[in-house]
């Protein structure tokens, strides 16, 4: 996908701060940060959301959550908890159409979200 903002930070072709990666997954600081922690967790293959997910992807999907635990101990959240958010469509406000997992974190979080 040629232009994918997520797909242009997988390539390195847009800066950021990356925290993690791997040959499946790239994890990097969101830009408009949420709460102290507040990372995307992105798979490096393009998928525009959860909607176009297939079945043959459910290990990846997986892979991602795993990931995702694996970078909230990291970042010292496993004991005051975090969050994992994933936007799908209008309504949830997605903004980039590139299948990303939100991992928030280091302050309570309020329940619903808005
Ligand atoms: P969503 O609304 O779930 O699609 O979230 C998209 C997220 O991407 C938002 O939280 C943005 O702040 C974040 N974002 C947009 N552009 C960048 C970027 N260049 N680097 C890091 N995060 C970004
Ligand atoms: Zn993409």
Not at 28 to 37: G, L, N, S, Y
Not at 53 to 80: P, T, V
């Amino acid at each position: 996908m040629t232009d994918c903002l997520f797909c242009h930070i997988i390539n390195k072709e847009i800066p950021s701060k990356l925290v993690y990666e791997d040959e499946q997954v790239l994890a990097f600081e969101d830009i408009k940060p949420q709460a102290p922690v507040h990372l995307l967790i992105i798979p490096k293959r393009h998928i525009a959301s959860l909607k176009e997910a297939e079945e043959n992807d459910q290990n990846l999907l997986g892979y991602i959550l795993l990931a995702a635990r694996k970078i909230a101990r990291d970042k010292g959240l496993a004991e005051s908890g975090f969050r994992l958010v994933i936007n799908t469509g209008p309504d949830a406000g997605q903004e980039v159409y590139h299948l990303h997992v939100h991992l928030l974190g280091g302050r309570g979080l309020g329940w619903p979200p808005g």
